[in-house]
Nanobody, 117 residues
Framework: QVQLVESGGGLVQAGGSLRLSCAAS????????MAWYRQAPGKQRDLVAT???????NYADSVKDRFTISRDNAKNTVYLQMNSLKPEDTAVYYC???????????WGQGTQVTVSS
């Protein structure tokens, strides 16, 4: 059964840090690009960061220089290190496995991140 299971969310004060993990049981994990998205209440789901199979990364302007996406293909896991958190980072964070040729995309169930001021 395909699963993306996020963990590491929680409540943190502004300026603090959290590390999200996404354990993936998907086919050809190492060949897929992976991503983190977030959705705040009443807002659309937005892309936060992506990482290719080769390790190249890209970030939304709002998190650049604060967040770092990484992956461990041996553990089928992708991470999101979030530093200098701000109240506007409060959202449900979702892990996303990009499609790869005949293999479809998958979403995780999300993990709540709440940053208090």
């Amino acid at each position: 059964q395909v699963q993306l299971v996020e963990s590491g969310g929680g409540l943190v004060q502004a300026g603090g840090s959290l590390r999200l993990s996404c354990a993936a049981s998907v086919s050809v994990f190492a060949r897929r690009a992976m991503a983190w998205y977030r959705q705040a209440p009443g807002k659309q789901r937005d892309l936060v960061a992506t990482i290719t199979s080769g390790g190249s990364t890209n970030y939304a302007d709002s998190v650049k220089d604060r967040f770092t996406i990484s992956r461990d293909n041996a553990k089928n896991t992708v991470y999101l290190q979030m530093n200098s958190l701000k109240p506007e980072d409060t959202a449900v964070y979702y892990c996303f496995a990009e499609p790869y040729f005949g293999f479809k995309a998958y979403w995780g169930q999300g993990t709540q991140v709440t940053v208090s001021s």
